[in-house]
């Protein structure tokens, strides 16, 4: 596990046990005409957290395939990254890199 503030870096134990869960439309006269979707769900529990450590628990949903434990750690190890990406986007967009008012500079961007 990555450190986090106040918190040493560790190792944690997690078992990933993960399904595929089916998505239904809102409303009842969007199921008849939208497709079903389906999303993989992986569930990484700490079995033994070191003492006085909260233990970690992610319910992690996404759309790619896990059809096997190497596949699951994968996304896990995937995880903790999320922040940086968004914070990425979030830059990005709000001025640190004024990237979507450079796209209408011109006609042709």
Do not use: S
Request: glycine residues 4%.
């Amino acid at each position: 596990m990555p450190r986090k503030d106040g918190q040493p870096l560790r190792e944690a134990t997690l078992p990933l046990p993960a399904t595929r869960v089916p998505l239904k439309a809102p409303h009842a006269r969007y199921r008849l005409t939208m497709p079903t979707p389906a999303v993989n769900v992986l569930w990484a529990q700490e079995i033994h957290p070191p003492e006085g450590q909260e233990p970690i628990e992610w319910l992690l949903i996404t759309t790619l395939p896990i059809p096997a434990f190497a596949d699951a750690q994968q996304i896990v190890l995937w995880y903790p990254f999320r922040w940086r990406i968004e914070r990425f986007h979030y830059t990005v967009k709000t001025g640190g890199c004024y990237g979507e008012r450079l796209q209408w500079e011109r006609f042709a961007r």
